[in-house]
Nanobody, 123 residues
Framework: EVQLVESGGGLVQAGGSLRLSCAAS????????IGWFRQAPGKEREGVSC????????YYADSVKGRFTISSDNALNMVTLQMNSLKPEDTAVYYC????????????????WGQGTQVTVSS
């Protein structure tokens, strides 16, 4: 069965760095995307970044562009989100999810989600 597990969340001071990991297993498709999303208390879930297995293309939300970097192994079995220059506004639960045909801007097109990992950035 397809499974995604996030790890690496924690407490970090503003301006610091944190690396999140998404371990994916049970995939049988050739072309898919792994996306990172986040949800702060009382806020809607929003897209952060995505990497596509089709051509290794990467995508970033404007709010994190230049600060966050997404990467993976050659099969997207382990997807990493390197977060630098963290801000208190980055505080949220971070989720990874799979899209079966590649990356998409629409959250509801991602079919399987991990349980989330908490990231807290202090002032």
């Amino acid at each position: 069965e397809v499974q995604l597990v996030e790890s690496g969340g924690g407490l970090v001071q503003a301006g610091g760095s944190l690396r999140l990991s998404c371990a994916a297993s049970g995939f049988i498709f050739d072309d898919y995307g792994i996306g990172w999303f986040r949800q702060a208390p009382g806020k809607e879930r929003e897209g952060v970044s995505c990497i596509s297995s089709r051509d290794d293309s990467t995508y970033y939300a404007d709010s994190v562009k230049g600060r966050f970097t997404i990467s993976s192994d050659n099969a997207l079995n382990m997807v990493t989100l390197q977060m630098n220059s963290l801000k208190p506004e980055d505080t949220a639960v971070y989720y990874c999810a799979v899209h079966w045909t590649g990356c998409s801007y629409s959250l509801n097109e991602y079919d399987r989600w991990g349980q989330g990992t908490q990231v807290t950035v202090s002032s």
